[in-house]
Every structure is written in C-alpha cells, then in structure tokens.
C-alpha cells in the first residue's frame, strides 16, 4: 500500500524529515518495502502552452514548437508526436535540471536553436514507462511551477500491512500512527456543510437487511443532479500518486476516501436499481452478476450480495456490478458505506478469485464507527467536484450495534510480560496516545479500546502496544533459568546416529528431496499391483501435475538425483536420504514412517591411486546392510535372499528380518528397466531401511569381555567347492564343527578358473582357535581341523584343494 | 709400544673416514674396539710392560681407545643424519596420501543440527509433529479462525480432511495441551506452502521451532535467549534487533534481524545496503494458545520462536538460490562437508 507523504502530512503535521518517519515506523512493527521520492532534484520546470507545432525544417521526425509560459515565448523543438497547439504542458527551461542530474542547455538540434525541453512524464521521474509528452490539464496555471502544480516533490512509503492492522491502510490510519510515534495530534477531515434538498431520502430508496448476520449496518445518501466528468487536478494527482487510475468525479471520490479514511464505498446509478430497492441478502441458486471488471460471475448461496428489486446490483464489499455502474450520463447516484462481516467477504473474493482495495479492507475490518463519516465525507466531496444535491437525511440500517472494547488492564502485567521497569505514567500515556479511553477501577484501569483499532480486546494487546511504542530497543536482554525438569520426550529419529555415520564413511553423501512425486512413479518402479508403495495418497491441491503424490518410497527421487549426478560425468554416485514417507493404510489413514534409502551407481566408492577404480556390485550395498546392521547391534535377525521383488532384481537382492519376522531392510541390485526409466545409465544398487522396524529390533548390550588371557591359533583352509553348496552353508557347517574352540572364520579369497574342475569354485578361510584356559597344542588344532575337513567332505563333497 | 698404538689410531682415522655406511662402521668398531680388537690386545698386552713405563702407555691406550670411539660415534651420527636428508630413489612424498573419501551431511541437515544442538546445550529437548496435520493444530488452536486474513501468508497444501502442516508451530501444541509446564523445546521439520518455485522460495522447506513456557517467562528473556542463540551460530560479534511484527499465536510478536556477516552490518548487497538480514519471527506465546492447551495463562507464561532453515543456510553459505538445495548436485553437496 502506496502512502504519499504529503498527503499524510493534511492530518498530522509532522515535521521530521521521510526518513525518521520511516525509521519509526518501521520500529513501530510496519514494514516498509520501498520508499520513493518523485518530483525530487527536479528544478525550473514551468507550466507552459503550445502556441504553434509545425515540422521540423530538417528533420521529418521532429516538430518546431512555439511555448508560451504567459510571460514568456520561447522555441522549442520537439519529437513527440501527441502534441498540439492549445494544449498545456510541463517545459522545463534552459537552465533546468531533470533527474538523473540532467541538465537542460541551449541547443542546436538539425540546425534549429531549441530554448528547453517539453517532458514526459518518465523525463520527469514520474513513470516508468511514458509515451509523449505529459498534457496536463486546460486550467493548469501558465508560468506556474511544475513541481508545487503537482503537489511534488513528494516521498512515496510503500508499507506492508499486517493482517492485524486493518486501521493503518489508509492516510488517516498511517497518520494516527505517526502522530502516536512523534505524541502529534491528529486531524481527521469532516465533511464540510452538508446542504440537503427537501426531498427525504428514504422517498428516493428502500433499504433492507435480509442476510443479517453478514452486514452488521447498511448506511447510504442519494446526490441528485451531479454532472459525472473528469476529477479535477488535485483528485486525480492525490489517486495517481499512489498507483490509482483516475476513473471519473464519482468514481474517484469513492475511491480517495477509501484511501484517505479507510472506508471502502460503492456509488450506484440510482436510475438503474430497479423498484428503488436495495436489499442485502445471500445470492440465489444459479443467480448470475455481470461486474465492473467486465466478467460475468455465477454466484453460491452463500455469498453475500446488494441486491434491487430484481438482481443482484453488487458483490458485497468487493465490487460493484456492470448493470447499476455510475456512467456519463448518470444524474442520480446511491452511495453507500456498510459494514460487512469479513469472514463473508474473504470466502466469496477467495471462492470469486476477485481481490481489490474494498475486499481486501473488509476482510480486515473498518471501522465501525467511521462508516457515516466516511459517507458524510465522501457525499460532499461528490457535491464539489460533480455537483448536485444530497437528499434530506442519511438511510442507516443497522442489525448489530458496536460496542467498544473494554479491556481490564494492570501496568504491573505489563512489566512483567516484557521484563520491564515501565511506569505508570508513560503506560498510560502510550495508551491515551493510542486513542484509548483510561479510567482507574479499584487496583487496576479500565481502558476503552477505540473503534478503528479492532486489534485491541484483551489486556495482553495493550501490552503489546506498550512494548511497541516503547520500542522493543527498549526491552532489556536476559537469561531465562531453564529448569531441568526431565521432559518424557525421546527425541530424534531412532537409529538415524548410527547410519549417518555409517553412510558417510562408506563415501555417502545426504540427498534432500521434495515430498511429491508424479503419479506415474509406481509404474516407473515396475511395482507389483499390490505392492504397498501402490498405496499412495494423492493432494487435493496439487502445485504441479507431476507433483501430486506423498512419496510411500525415497527411491524414485534418488534415482533422479542419481541420473543428475551421472550426467555431469560423475562415476561413482554414492547418495542416501532419510526422510518422511506415506502409505495409505486399510483404515483409510496416512501413516508416516521413516525410512532410510541408500542408492550407489557407477563405481564403488574410495577409488583411488593405490585403489583402482572398479564397478560397484551387489556387494557393495550388501556389505553397507551389514555395516548398517552393525553400526546399530540388532539382534536375531535372518537374511533372505531372492525374495525382494521389483524394483529390484530378485535373484540380486536381500531382505533382512527381525525375530519377529518383520522387515528392516530391503536392498540390491536395481532392475535395469526400472533405471532406463529413470535414464540411469549404469548399474545401480539400493537398500531401503525401514526405521521404525529397526527401531523395534531388540539390540545387542554393549558389554565388556575380558580379554584373552591364551594365544590364538589359526590355519588357512582352501575348499574346493562343488556348484549349489553356499558359502552359508559352509561357514554354518564350519562353525558346528569347530565348537567350541573355533573363533572366528574368516573367508580371505575367491577363485573360480581354469585350474578348478567345470562348476568349482575355491573359497580360502581362515580359522582362528583359542581356549580359555590354556594354550592349544598343535595336536589340538590339527584335530580340529581334520574333523571339520571330514565333515565338509561327507556332507557337501568339498575337498581340501 | 706407543708407537704402535699411534700406528692403530692413524690406521683408524683413515679407514673411519672412509666407511661408506653403517654396517662398515660396526666391522670397524669390532677391529679396533671389540674382544679382540687391536687397541682391546693391546691393552691386555699391558701387564707385561715395566712398572716405570706403565703409567704413560695406559694413558696412551685410553686416549687411543676414546679417541677411536669417538671417530666411530661420530661418523655414525653423520651418516645417521645423512640418511635422514637422502631420500631413495622414485620416493615423491607429493603424491596424496590414502584416504577413505567419506561422504557427509546435507547443508540444510547440518544447519539444523547445529541449531538444535545449541538450543540442546540451553537445556531444551527435542520434539516432532506429524507433517500430515489437522486444520485444528495447524491453525485453529495457533489463533488463526477461519476465514481470516492471518491464512493468506500460509498457502496450504490439502490433503482429505488433513493439511501439509504449513509451519512447525502446531507442535507446540501438541506438546503442551493437557500437560504441565515447564515446557522447553526445539521441534526441526519439514513445512509445506502451495507457492510457486523461485530462488527463494520453495514449496517444501524446514523450520526450527523453538518454545519456553514456565512461571515468570517475559519477553526479555526471549531476547537473552536469541542473543545467546545467534552469538553461537555465527559469531560473538553478532548484534540483534527485535522489530515488532505480528502472528496469531504470539503477542507480543517479532522479527529479529541480525548484523550481516558479511559486511559487519556496514551494508551490502546480501543485506540490500540495512546492515541487518531478517532471520526469524517470535514473541510471547499468546495467551489465546495456551488457554487452548489448558494451561492458567495467568500463571505461565512463555516464548516461542521459529525459524526458516533454508534462510538461515542461505545466509550462513552465501548461497544464491534455494532450489540448489534439492538438486542434491554432489559437487554442491560435498562443499559442506
């Protein structure tokens, strides 16, 4: 909202310079986006009339000019094309400086001497953008100065309003602000004399309430014999200042008033409303309005609308319809103030997708107490610049009265809400400044809250004021004691510690992604019909097609950060994110889990000089399952393999599973349709932890054992190992067997080649042995490895190699 | 004899002088010095030598024998610290060293726990919400009635008859409804807005919110306690201005700006030429809010603050545009590591 600062300077005659102005205000809780200053280090432009406008002898573009400053005659050439003789413009002589430092100079332009320049409106700082030169109007006083003609220079506060503070979006608001910062009195402009006609009003229109909790008073005039045309100078400057088209006399004024008072009027030709009967009520079914922005509108039920005899004439405080508008040949006008009841207004512009200056003030709320005078005003303003008479008496329906707030107020609250040392006196004062009533009841005040200000019922909003005008500088900076109450609270989500760390020492870096995905996702993942990431919800309000779904899984987003990462010729992608997601459940509810997704592509990690580079394979993202595992010490947990389904390659995966048979994890290779749809274009593994299981998972105690007081002993066993028999079922076999001096088993090589019979492989363990109580004899190590030789041979034909 | 043992000396200088390494040096000690070196036979040889010379060609011997060992000690040091000046062949100490290449935390992550981990330090706990959340402890029970102005900053997602909470604020009051002060919390999370993407805005970002709630809380304690909060997340020199502003569920509210970093709060192009950057919004928490929760708002009072994670990384990294944060760009995630 655009405040001009003379304008403000009408009601409170402030006399600190914009800046200090602006810097109160801004401590006072309003924020200033801009502040501009048109009509600044502008000098010597001069009102002034085109005498004569003929071509330029040289030049087919320009024109020589002949201007007279009443005074003065003087040539001029011009490249404009919109001017001519009669019209009255700004010229600005030699010897004037425009913004931008630009000097104006004697000039030889194609030959022809030019005296000075004829501006436009952006040659004066005064638009953006300008076409021509800027034509003011025939009355504009020869030889007058520019600048004081406009009411310039000027400085411009574009303020950002809290939605608190309905009573600052006007010049009167702002100025009641400034003048309780600066301890100004403030003058708020009254009607002049209100000469009525003899006719009543209430023979002219039939006003009445249908819908009445929505308008809580309707109050109205009727101005006859008005003369609708342009708005004189100072109206369409004052609008034009602060961003506003200038529409016509009636128009205008409706439209000042709003922004001096704060009131959002509405005239109507009262010739157009039908049975001379305004009735406020809630549209019909299907009931349709053409509006002053030229569309047509089907109404709801619900929304409130001005209504005659027969159609609905207006939208209830957001605009006025097409089919009542004031035109040029409008003699009569209804102008209306009305309370409205906000909840109603912001629901029908919202529904609408209308918002304008009234909509956006009744949401707010006006003043309750201001709408007659608004009306008061704004009738004699219409009778000064379109003439006319208003009828006798004002037409005033009201269904609720207004009743000030009363608010018991305590000065020790105060201080002891903001840790203050305040007193009396000075809160009081800010409160009397404020336009509040104070009287003393018993140990406390009551204080009488006044109408504009609808922020103000209780006492903790006077406190706020206080601290506001006092200045939050003001307030002092201390330690609060925290008590060491212990919360019950368990904070984190669990098991995240643990695999953070385990993630970046395994080369992972964290992904953050977006909760949506496209809806297509499922089928991207290749997903079972009735696989649970299908069990997805869908928002109402989508920002993006593509962006509907709560992700049920982090993969599809990592896999479009890995595609990302692999385009820019990275080789190895190593990412993880731990975040929200969401499945249906059977019960219709969205639950949220948290899982812990993990995706590697291209190369393993770690590569390095004395590490060559090599692809990264499914055991890889076996061996981080296992670190994972680890890192958080569950217990009884079982693996499966070949089970997992798409996404991943079944004959490549791994699920692992606590006792009680729930899932913590799922991970392996992913299918490579799945990565064409993604675009990744190398292989690619991921595992998903299922946080929540992990968290339910009984944990192995971390506890000391004491250290061995005997030497170990170990032998390196190579097998050869026949097609089908696994390396679980050997190490299972192994560990049996060596009980209960075996240790440890440790597999240190693979061989699989031509020195192996077809379908062999080699697997190399070593077998570390230790007893308690003494140290093992060779004899005793032998033994034991001969009866776990025996054994793998009876049972799996494995032979020593 | 003397003259023997001079011959020996003289035979020890030279040969000394010209060892080339460390295992010659040791031989040579064994020549001269050992059980049965020339200078040891020599000594033993002393007992056959008349009493009168006695005296003279012990002390020779000695001086003989110290003097050898101190040749070798000597030359042993030097080729010792020769050794440690003379690299072997091919040896280039440039070439990196092994390292495991680790991964690391997200900035926005980061950032958080760092926030959190100071707040921890002050004695506060943590505490989550549900992103999926009710109008009710999104809106209603923060202040916001429905059909109010106050919603428009909040553009809501929707979901069935939940929203995609819009800040972290209602987990104030799922902590504190029907329970008993003292509250002190910290509750980081993921927050939604249905506004379109810009490099400062995003639909889906994270706040930290923040709330004491106890006998004798006032607003100057929530000065103190953001002082404290911005002086360790950016630096002691950092100075803080309260401004009043407005939110449903606090009153009074503010927004505290801190001196920029970068220029000392001399002014410039990260702060728009103020000196200040805009950080987070707080205030006292409303009297409305816990009267919702059920707590004697004459009684207790408290604070409450929030703060945009996204702003607070921006500013912290310098970093220009928000939507970089959800590329996941690994030449942008490992500058934080």
Not at chain 1, 416 to 422: D, P, Q, S
Not at chain 2, 170 to 179: A, D, G, L, T
Not at chain 2, 290 to 297: E, H
Request: with cysteine; net charge neutral.
């Amino acid at each position: 909202m655009l405040i001009s600062f003379n304008w403000l300077k009408k009601y409170v005659a402030v006399t600190a310079p914009a800046e200090e102005v602006v810097n109160h205000i801004i401590h006072a809780g309003v924020e200033v986006a801009n502040v501009r200053h048109p009509g600044q280090n502008i000098t010597n432009v001069v009102v002034a009339e085109l005498l004569s406008v003929e071509k330029h002898p040289k030049a087919d573009r320009l024109s020589l000019t002949k201007v007279s400053t009443g005074s003065e005659t003087f040539q001029v050439v011009c490249g404009a094309k919109n001017i001519a003789v009669g019209q009255r413009i700004p010229l600005a002589k030699v010897g004037a400086v425009l913004p931008g430092d630009f000097k104006i100079k004697e000039a030889k332009i194609r030959d022809v001497e030019s005296f000075g320049m004829l501006c436009s409106a952006k040659e004066l700082g005064l638009a953006e953008d300008a076409e021509g030169i800027l034509i003011l109007p025939s009355d504009a006083p020869l030889g007058q100065d520019f600048l004081s003609y406009m009411g310039l220079p000027d400085t411009l506060f574009e303020l950002e309003i809290t939605p608190n503070r309905a009573d600052l979006l006007s010049h009167v608001g702002v100025a009641r602000e400034v003048g309780a910062l600066f301890n100004l009195p403030v003058k708020t402009p009254v009607a002049i004399k209100l000469a009525e006609s003899k006719a009543a009003t209430a023979s002219k229109v039939k006003v009445s309430i249908e819908a009445k909790d929505l308008c809580q008073l309707y109050t109205c005039r009727v101005i006859e014999g008005i003369k609708v045309g342009p708005s004189p100078l100072w109206l369409v400057q004052s609008l034009e200042k602060i961003g506003q088209r200038s529409i016509n006399n009636v128009v205008d004024v409706t439209n000042f008033v709003l922004h001096e008072l704060g009131q959002p009027l509405h005239a109507f030709d009262l010739e157009q409303i039908h049975g001379s009967q305004i009735i406020v009520r809630k549209a019909k079914k299907g009931e349709k309005i053409p509006l002053l922005d030229k569309t047509e509108r089907e109404l709801k039920e619900e929304m409130l609308v001005i209504a005659d005899a027969d159609r609905p004439v207006a939208l209830a405080g957001i605009m006025g319809g097409a089919n009542s508008q004031v035109t040029e040949k409008t003699q009569t006008i209804l102008l209306e103030a009305a309370l409205f009841q906000p909840g109603t207004v912001r629901k029908t512009a919202r529904q609408l997708g209308i918002a304008t200056d009234s909509s956006y003030r009744f949401e707010r709320g006006v003043d309750p107490l201001g709408v007659q005078a608004a009306l008061d005003r704004a009738a004699a303003l219409i009778v000064e610049v379109a003439g006319g008479l208003m009828t006798q008496n004002i037409i005033s329906v009201e269904t609720t009265t207004f009743k000030s707030a009363q608010v018991q107020f305590r000065t020790a609250r105060t201080n002891a809400i903001l840790g203050t040392n305040l007193s009396e006196e000075i809160q009081l004062q800010i409160l009397k400044n404020l336009g509040c009533k104070v009287e003393k009841a018993g140990a406390a005040y009551q204080v009488e809250c006044p109408s504009y200000r609808l922020d103000l019922s209780r006492e903790i909003d006077l406190i706020e004021e206080i601290a506001r005008l006092t200045g939050y500088d003001n307030i002092p900076v201390v330690a609060p004691r925290i008590s060491a109450a212990l919360s019950d609270i368990r904070s984190g989500i669990p098991g995240e510690k643990e695999i953070r760390s385990t993630l970046h020492q395994a080369g992972y870096f964290e992904a953050v992604n977006s909760t949506f995905l496209p809806p297509n996702f499922a089928d991207k993942l290749k997903l079972a019909a009735d696989h649970l990431y299908r069990r997805s919800q869908e928002v109402d309000n989508p920002i993006a097609d593509d962006q509907k779904v709560l992700r049920p899984t982090l993969l599809p987003s990592l896999l479009a950060n890995t595609q990302l990462n692999l385009s820019h010729q990275r080789e190895s992608v190593a990412l993880y994110e731990i975040n929200k997601v969401f499945t249906l459940g059977t019960d219709g509810q969205v639950a949220e889990r948290f899982h812990a997704t993990a995706v590697l592509a291209g190369q393993a990690p770690h590569a390095g000089w004395t590490n060559p580079a090599r692809k990264a394979d499914f055991y890889d993202i076996k061996g981080l399952a296992e670190d994972l595992l680890a890192a958080c010490r569950v217990e009884n947990i079982s693996w499966e393999f070949n089970q997992a389904a798409s996404p991943y390659v079944p004959t490549q995966s791994f699920i692992v599973k606590n006792a009680a048979g729930r899932v913590i994890l799922t991970g392996g290779a992913l299918n490579p349709k799945v990565l064409k749809e993604y675009d990744v274009n190398a292989p690619c593994f991921a595992l998903e932890v299922e946080l929540a299981v992990l968290a339910a998972t009984p944990k192995k105690r971390q506890s000391y054992m004491a250290l061995p007081k005997f030497p170990e002993a170990w032998r390196d066993i190579a097998l050869v190992v026949p097609e089908g028999v696994t390396a679980a079922q050997i190490v299972a076999a192994v560990e049996e067997q060596g009980k209960p001096l075996l240790k440890q088993v440790e597999l240190f090589d693979l061989y699989k080649g031509p020195n192996l019979p077809a379908g062999m492989r080699s697997l190399a363990y070593r077998l570390s042995f230790r007893a308690d109580d003494k140290t093992l004899t060779d004899k005793e190590v032998s033994d034991k490895i001969t009866q776990i030789v025996e054994h793998l041979k009876t049972r799996y034909a494995i032979a020593l190699r | 004899m003397i003259d023997q043992l001079n011959a020996i000396l003289k035979d020890a200088e030279g040969t000394i002088a010209q060892a080339s390494d460390l295992k010659i040096l040791e031989e040579l000690r064994v020549k001269y010095l050992g059980k049965s070196g020339a200078v040891t036979e020599m000594m033993k040889g002393l007992g056959q030598v008349p009493a009168d010379q006695k005296p003279q060609i012990g002390k020779v011997s000695n001086e003989v024998k110290n003097k050898i060992t101190a040749l070798l000690d000597q030359k042993v040091q030097e080729m010792e610290a020769k050794a440690e000046q003379v690299a072997p062949a091919g040896w280039d100490p440039t070439l990196p060293g092994r390292r495991l290449t680790a991964g690391g935390i997200h900035p926005l992550t980061a950032v958080q726990k760092d926030i959190a981990d100071i707040f921890r330090g002050l004695g506060f706990d943590i505490a989550e919400g549900p992103d999926l959340e009710t109008d009710y402890y999104n809106f209603l029970a923060l202040n916001f009635p429905p059909d109010h102005p106050a919603r428009d900053a909040q553009d809501t997602f929707y979901v069935k008859d939940r929203v995609l909470r819009t800040h972290t604020s209602p987990i104030q009051v799922r902590q504190m409804e029907n329970k008993k002060p003292p509250f002190k919390f910290i509750a980081p999370g993921r927050v939604y807005r249905n506004e379109s993407i810009d490099a400062t805005h995003h639909h889906i970002f994270h706040q930290v919110e923040g709330f004491l709630v106890d006998e004798g809380v006032q607003f100057s304690h929530l000065k103190g306690i953001l002082n404290v909060f911005f002086q360790k997340f950016f630096g002691n020199e950092i100075k803080t201005r309260f401004r009043p502003s407005f939110f449903p569920f606090t009153e009074p509210s503010a927004e505290v700006d801190i001196s920029c970093i970068f220029c000392a709060g001399k002014g410039c192009r990260i702060c728009k030429q103020s000196g200040w950057v805009e950080m987070m919004g707080c205030g006292m928490i409303d009297p409305a809010v816990l009267k919702n929760c059920k707590i004697d708002d004459e009684r207790y009072t408290g604070f409450a603050f929030g703060m945009g994670v996204e702003r607070i990384a921006l500013f912290k990294y310098g970093i220009d545009d928000i939507r970089l944060f959800y590329q996941n760009d690994i030449r942008f995630l490992e500058q934080f590591q």
